[in-house]
Each structure stands twice: as structure tokens, then as C-alpha cells.
């Protein structure tokens, strides 16, 4: 059944999600707040600084309007970076209260707020009242945006409490390149998303200083445990780490040209700076913020993330990688399941 959807940032990601739900038939607006990129996109069906080579359809619209954007819409699809997203999702609140609608809201972001440690669903509720939304679901898993918008094949989560609006998410988004399976496990699927992008920076620096595949995946399976550890000391489900929002996702962020985490790490491994790498991205890096959050998180629950501990280090302490990944295999000899 076709819906009336609102898509919240045209980056590389909403724009591409929100193309993808035009060809599935539904009514899409998207909304940035850029005019001059709202032009291309409304006249050249185009969004170059973000997805090159991607034709979008004419039948989605784009808008700098957020009311324009939201009014009439049944499901409302937020893909802003962590940094922006409490504060679009208030100017939400203000929008649909006034216009006495009560959508379903989604969101894709992938992180951890900075000092608060709040995972972007809890960001979402403490800013939009109970009162103006239905259920809220999590669109999770390895997607990135360039795959997705040549049409191969994907396969992703949406995470809920509600199962009903897990599978509304399920029907609206699935497809015959794009699969979505359901999933009860927020807290999870968030943990999972958020810091998977850390261990993504530290594989791209192996490569980049000329690490092989086996340090990869030593990198990607310790990774994966201090991501389940955390997760797990917030209630996770520690089967959610094995799924899609977890290992599948780690795997391709760790591995891929295409992610923005590793190309940063990969630069860094080059020894290019921090801020050069940040400042020439032209996109967010999370996991650059979201290594600070889960770190400090990390001290404050005493669960042990080396990993990410050793990355703090090298991102804000100016660790040389090469020291990090010395001192982290110079630790004391442990068991595997610690
Ligand atoms: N790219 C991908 O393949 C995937 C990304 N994600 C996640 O989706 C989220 C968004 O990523 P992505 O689309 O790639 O990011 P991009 O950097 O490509 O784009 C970010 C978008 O958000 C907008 N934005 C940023 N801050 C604000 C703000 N304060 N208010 C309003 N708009 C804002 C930007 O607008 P402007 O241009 O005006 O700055 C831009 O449209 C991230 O959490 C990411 O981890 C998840 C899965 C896949
Ligand atoms: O989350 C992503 C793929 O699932 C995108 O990762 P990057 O932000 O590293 O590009």
C-alpha cells in the first residue's frame, strides 16, 4: 500500500532511502535545508555533493520547508547525523504538534550522542512527545548508500518494540534488491549501528599502514566483542551482535571503500591529521565522535573496550597508531570469551 512518507536529510543516505521509496511506489517528500540543493534535486534530479553518480526520480520532491515536508505524511524517516539530530527532531515535535498528526517515525542514524551517551531512539523520544507520534523503529544494517542506489543486493533490519510497526517498516521498505528482516531489539540494533563505525576507523588504519588480512580480522572479531560487552551491560540481546545490525554491519564498514569510517582510518594510517581527514570528507565520519562517547561510556559502566580505548587515544590523545596497535598487542594474555 502506498503511503505518505516525509524524509528528513538528503545526504548521501536520506536521499538515497528516499529515492528508493519513490520507485517503491509511495508519496515521498524530502526535506533539507539547503535551497540550492533542494533546486538540483527538484529540477536535475541530481545531489551531487553527496551521491555522484545516482539519476534521482522525478517524482520525488524535495523541500526546504519542513511543515510542506511533514504535512499529510503517515511515516516520517529521519536521517540526520547523530550531532544534528536532537535538534531536528525538536523543530519535528514543534511541526506535528501543531499540525495534529501523529506519524510513525524511523530513523537511520548511526551513533552516540556526545556527553549524555544517548542512543539516537532515546534522543528521539525525550524530543518528541509521546502524545505526537506512533511507534518508533530503527532502519539498521550494512547498506551503504552507493550499493543501494546501483540496486545491489541488501539486506537490513528494522528494529522495534512495537513487531506491527517493525513490519510496517518491512513492507514499505522491501523490495527485490532490498531486504528487510524484523527485530524486538533496539538497544541492540543502536549499539550495534553506532559502534561498528569505531572499529571501522581502526581497519581502515591497518590498511593504511600496511597491515594484511589477518590483522583485519583479528581487528573485526575483537571489535565485535567489545561492541557485544558494551551493548549487552545496556540490555542488549547478545544475539542482535550476530545479526545484520552487528557483525553484518561491522564486516562491511570494515572492509569497504565505500565507508566513510574506514577511508578516515585508511587516511589516518597515511598519516594524513585528524582535522584534514575530517575537513575533506564532505561527509560525517561517526565514528570520529562516536569513539569519544562510547569511550567515556565505556569507563563510567567498567566494561572493558580496549579497542576503543586505544582509538581514543590515537584520535584524541595523539597516540601514534603504530604505538596503539603495539601497546594493545603487548596487553596481558586473556581468555577469548572475557
Ligand atoms: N551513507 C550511508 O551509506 C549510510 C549512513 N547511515 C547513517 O545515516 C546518518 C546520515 O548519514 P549520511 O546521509 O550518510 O550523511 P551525509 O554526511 O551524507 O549527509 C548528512 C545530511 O544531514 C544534513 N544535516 C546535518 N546536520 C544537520 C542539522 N543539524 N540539521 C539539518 N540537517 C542536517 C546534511 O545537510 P547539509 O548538506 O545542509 O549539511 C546532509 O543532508 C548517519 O548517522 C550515518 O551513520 C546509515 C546507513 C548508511
Ligand atoms: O553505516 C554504513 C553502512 O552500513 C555507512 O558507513 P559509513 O558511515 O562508514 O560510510
Known amino acids: ?55 534521482y526520480s522525478d517524482k520525488l520532491v524535495a523541500t526546504t520547508d519542513m511543515v510542506a515536508a511533514v504535512k499529510g505524511a503517515d511515516v516520517i524517516l529521519i536521517v540526520i547525523p547523530t550531532k544534528g539530530l536532537r535538534q531536528v527532531a525538536g523543530k519535528l515535535n514543534t511541526i506535528i504538534a501543531e499540525l495534529g498528526q501523529r506519524p510513525l517515525i524511523i530513523h537511520a542514524t548511526k551513533g552516540l550522542e ?16 509521546p502524545e505526537n507520534r506512533a511507534s518508533i523503529v530503527v532502519l539498521s544494517g550494512p547498506s551503504h548508500a552507493e550499493d543501494v542506489a546501483i540496486k545491489d543486493m541488501t539486506a537490513v533490519t528494522a528494529a522495534s518494540a512495537d513487531l506491527a510497526a517493525a513490519e510496517r517498516v518491512q513492507r514499505l521498505f522491501s523490495n527485490s534488491y532490498f531486504r528487510v528482516y524484523t527485530n524486538d531489539d533496539v538497544i541492540g540494533a543502536e549499539f550495534g549501528a553506532a559502534l561498528k563505525n569505531i572499529i571501522a576507523i581502526g581497519a581502515g588504519a591497518l590498511q593504511g599502514l600496511g597491515y594484511h588480512d589477518n590483522a583485519r580480522a583479528a581487528l573485526i572479531t ?117
Do not use: C
Not at 556526545?114 to 512527545?129: D, G, L, V, W
Not at 587515544?313 to 596481558?332: E, F, H, P, W
Open 222 to 338: 575483537r571489535g565485535l566483542a567489545e561492541i557485544r560487552r558494551l551493548g549487552v551491560a545496556f540490555g542488549a540481546n547478545p544475539m542482535t551482535f550476530i545479526g545484520l545490525s552487528g557483525v553484518g554491519d561491522l564486516v562491511v564498514t570494515a572492509t569497504s571503500k565505500n565507508s566513510r569510517n574506514w577511508r578516515a582510518g585508511y587516511q589516518l594510517g597515511q598519516g594524513q591529521n585528524l582535522a584534514d581527514v575530517v575537513a575533506n570528507m564532505g561527509m560525517v565520519i561517526e565514528g570520529v565522535y562516536t569513539t569519544k562517547a562510547a569511550y567515556e561510556l565505556s569507563r563510567k559502566r567498567q566494561v572493558k573496550m580496549p579497542i576503543t580505548e586505544a582509538l581514543y587515544d590515537v584520535l584524541y590523545n595523539g597516540k601514534s597508531i603504530k604505538t596503539a596497535i603495539d601497546q594493545l598487542m603487548d596487553r596481558d594474555l586473556t581468555s577469548e570469551n572475557e
Open 1 to 55: 500500500m502506498a503511503e505518505k512518507i516525509a524524509v528528513l536529510g538528503a545526504g548521501s543516505w536520506g536521499s538515497t532511502l528516499a529515492n528508493m521509496l519513490v520507485e517503491n511506489g509511495h508519496d515521498v517528500k524530502l526535506w533539507a535545508r539547503n535551497q540550492a540543493q533542494v533546486d538540483q534535486l527538484n529540477k536535475e534530479h541530481i545531489n551531487p555533493e553527496y551521491m555522484k553518480n545516482l539519476v
Open 114 to 129: 556526545q556527553n549524555t551517551y544517548k542512543r539516537p531512539s532515546q534522543m528521539i523520544e525525550e524530543e518528541i512527545a
